[in-house]
């Protein structure tokens, strides 16, 4: 508790010494609280420009902190220029640690001194993140890696952050008559979960691992290889990427790279990643993507930092693929039923009240660029629609809700124009008839006939067994009387005939199957 209160007092000292209340109140406030508030606080310098004044204090508390800055340096629709422009700078470029304590990571993690272990070391990093920093080195093969070391005493920090996270939900589900429907402790459990997981460096790089392995031979995305000899829970060594920083599009027109096709490629990259695998990269700001301009790979994207990844179960990518769609053919009764279904809305909720509201808030940005919509006024207005029918937040849907802004503001920036509608509504058509259609049919069988293919052999010894104990006794040791013999019969001529439909149904759904292999072997040809 004490060091809690320590690291909140730091908070406000912080706040203070930077004047973010100076810049809140100068956004929402009347005038005279600016100047009363800066009259208290006379002894502050407040000359350097208020979005400097706010990276640098997002800098000196700390990771979590940094995070928040990345997702809102993305969401230029909602803040000034100036603000968003600033925090840019916290995607890549976040004060580096001293070297000589990533070498003492390294060497401790991995058992050998930098100078051991690569056949040359870059002890000036090239980038530093929240959570860790990177430097280039060499192996003794000669090839080229990228070195991602954890940035010393992170877990203390990230733990009494977090435990602050978790009393502001308690009493915001306490005190706010909403709190409790958007299920805010629940969210910041979640929030802490992944941060946590972001710690271990060796999670990143399965992540890295399974991501690659969902994307191979893919035409529109890189992910590095990892060098699993080279790590650790701490230190992690991969394939060095060269490209060029997908918010730098000045330089990628410069090399030819057409932004148009590159918005639609993320797209698609996102809505693959989503309803394809139900596996995706959850942090996902500019600062964590290249555009390769080598020729053999030329105009793909490649992925870095992978510490943060969403996962989706079958439930919820089925829900989100009916929502989506629903909302591309402007089928709000069907979004309508689907909340209910789904359970996110109450049972006794009226479809035609709850259609009537998703259609005011969604139908004026249809048809029009994301130049042209304001989607924080959008999201304001389905908040507001969703207190009122009791809607209820998913916690397991919060990375992919930040995901998705993300995937905005990287649209925004690389063309203005682009129709996230007409975008993705073909990808979720196919993706849907892949998984209704008769291409979904023939997919889930090859994943059911391999179980049920070893129970039928089985279910005529199971029948015996279960015939045989009736027969002996009631369970108890006492002879069975002759009406429930009878009964025991009549309930074994019902299972025989259930196994007959068992079988010829078996038979035919295995010669189904082998029917269909063979015609699409042939059509192969």
Same mark, same amino acid.
């Not at 790979?297 to 990844?309: E, N």
């Not at 025991?488 to 078996?506: P, W």
């Given at each position: 508790?004490?060091?809690? *209160? ?92 001293? *070297? ?36 280039f080195a060499t192996l003794k093969d000669g090839k080229e890696v ?16 977090? &435990? ?51 994307? =191979? ?15 650790? *829970? *701490? ?13 730098? +599009? ?43 301009? =080598? ?5 793909? #994207? ?7 990844? &969403? ?14 769609? =629903? ?28 259609? =009537? ?13 994301l130049k042209d919509i304001s989607f924080g006024q959008v999201l304001?207005?389905?908040?507001? +629609? ?81 015939? +045989?104990? #009736? ?5 108890? &040791? ?32 295995? &010669? ?14």
């Open positions: 508790m004490f060091l809690r *209160s320590l690291r909140l007092f730091k908070i406000i000292r912080v706040a203070i010494r930077y004047g973010l209340d100076e810049i809140v109140a100068s956004e929402f406030a009347p005038p005279r609280i600016a100047r009363i508030t800066n009259a208290i606080f006379f002894w502050r310098d407040l000359t350097r420009p208020r979005g400097e004044r706010l990276r640098r204090a997002l800098e000196d508390l700390g990771p979590i902190f940094v995070k928040f800055g990345q997702v809102l340096s993305t969401r230029r629709d909602l803040m000034p220029p100036d603000i968003a422009n600033e925090l840019t700078r916290l995607q890549d470029r976040v004060p580096p640690f001293d *070297s000589d304590l990533a070498v003492l990571q390294i060497q401790k993690s991995l058992g050998a001194h930098p100078d051991e272990l690569f056949a040359s070391f870059e002890r000036k990093p090239v980038a530093s993140a929240s959570i860790a920093q990177v430097h990228a070195v991602k070391v954890l940035r010393p005493g992170m877990r203390d920090v990230i733990d009494h952050d977090i &435990g602050l996270m978790h009393v502001a939900a308690d009493w915001l589900e306490r005190l706010w008559a909403d709190g409790r429907r958007l299920k805010a402790k629940e969210v910041v459990a979640e929030f802490d979960k992944y941060l946590h997981d972001e710690l271990d460096l060796m999670r990143e790089a399965a992540n890295a691992s399974q991501l690659r392995r969902n994307f =191979a031979g893919s035409t529109l995305l890189i992910v590095p290889e990892m060098y699993w000899d080279y790590c650790s *829970s *701490s230190v992690i060594v991969m394939e060095r990427m060269h490209g060029i920083p997908i918010s730098q +599009t000045e330089r990628l027109r410069e090399e030819g790279v057409d932004l148009s096709k590159l918005s639609r490629d993320g797209v698609e990259i996102f809505f693959t990643q989503v309803f394809r695998d139900g596996f995706f990269h959850a942090d996902m700001h500019p600062g964590n993507i290249l555009v390769s301009v =080598a020729p053999e790979t030329f105009g793909r #994207y490649i992925a870095l930092d992978f510490g943060i990844v &969403g996962t989706l179960n079958d439930f919820d990518k089925d829900y989100l693929s009916q929502n989506f769609l =629903a909302f591309f053919r402007r089928d709000y009764k069907r979004v309508a039923e689907a909340h209910i279904e789904s359970g996110w809305a109450p049972r006794e909720t009226r479809v035609d009240e709850l259609e =009537a509201a998703v259609r005011a808030c969604c139908e004026p940005i249809f048809d029009r660029p304001l207005r389905l908040f507001q +629609t969703s207190r009122r029918f009791n809607v209820e937040v998913q916690p397991q849907l919060v990375l992919l809700q930040k995901t998705l802004l993300n995937v905005e503001g990287l649209g925004r920036q690389l063309d203005p124009d682009l129709d996230l509608w007409k975008t993705a509504k073909p990808y979720l058509e196919r993706w849907m008839s892949e998984q209704i259609g008769w291409r979904g049919f023939v997919e889930q069988l090859k994943v059911e006939v391999p179980r049920y293919s070893r129970l039928l052999p089985q279910i005529p010894r199971l029948v015996q067994q279960a015939l +045989t104990k #009736y027969n002996e006794g009631d369970g108890h &040791g006492q002879p069975q009387s002759g009406e429930l013999l009878k009964k025991l019969l009549a309930e074994q001529r019902r299972t025989n005939m259930l196994l007959g439909v068992i079988v010829y149904f078996g038979g035919g759904l295995i &010669g189904g199957i082998v029917v269909v292999q063979v015609l699409m072997h042939l059509l192969r040809f």
